[in-house]
């Protein structure tokens, strides 16, 4: 699929799961991706909402995009998973939880870079319907260097209601591709 036929797939998947309009200015209603992110667990890859269950995200996800168009190969990316649906759809008062932070990514067949905030895979309970998950992958300004201490701490409550939008804004990063998936226990039923 072309840049061009994801970005509106994307758009359309994003508006029925009622991710845009709303969520700006993290993702504004204009946003258009540079670059597609591949996010695989295992051999399963995360594709614009699909369903994975609590045991298939225990694991930190393999990340991969392609360098932007115009960008130079010595830019780095931040990666930020979140859950705008934590504890559960109906009661989102501790959104956003942040649940992974990677920094200093470049485009490669598998990126990898400095973990921020340590993977904690999505857990919602089997009572709660499905939780949307939001990789989000930002275009870091030159010279930017983030610390753990710049996120947030590990704890369980520091996770929670983390302000995503100001931090980002608070650090230069651009928003340049996403994709997302709904998480759900493993004994959910539909």
């Keep these: 699929m072309t840049l061009e036929g994801h970005a509106q797939t994307l758009a359309s998947?994003?508006?029925g799961a009622r991710l845009v309009p709303g969520s700006a200015p993290l993702i504004p209603d204009t946003f258009t991706p540079s670059t597609e992110?591949?996010?695989?667990f295992g051999e399963k890859a995360v594709s614009l909402g699909n369903l994975f269950r609590v045991s298939e995200v225990k694991a930190a996800p393999t990340i991969s995009f392609a360098r932007e168009n115009?960008?130079?190969d010595s830019r780095s990316y931040t990666l930020i998973l979140i859950d705008p649906d934590?504890?559960?759809?109906?009661?989102?008062?501790?959104?956003y939880w942040r649940h992974w932070v990677v920094s200093g990514l470049k485009p490669a067949a598998e990126a990898t870079g400095s973990t921020l905030t340590e993977y904690?895979?999505?857990g919602p309970k089997d009572d709660s319907r499905?939780?949307?998950y939001l990789f989000l992958l930002f275009r870091e300004p030159e010279r930017l260097t983030l610390a753990k201490e710049d996120v947030g701490g590990e704890e369980f409550v520091q996770r929670r209601s983390f302000k995503a939008a100001e931090w980002t804004a608070q650090h230069g990063l651009v928003l340049v591709g996403m994709?997302?998936?709904?998480?759900?226990?493993?004994?959910?039923?539909?």
Aim: proline share 16%; glycine share 14%; no cysteine.
């Design 70 to 72: 115009d960008v130079p």
């Design 179 to 190: 994709n997302w998936m709904l998480g759900a226990g493993d004994g959910w039923k539909e």
């Design 37 to 40: 992110l591949g996010i695989t």
């Design 120 to 122: 904690l895979g999505p």
């Design 13 to 15: 998947s994003l508006a």
């Design 86 to 95: 934590a504890p559960t759809p109906d009661d989102p008062k501790f959104a």
């Design 130 to 132: 499905p939780h949307r």
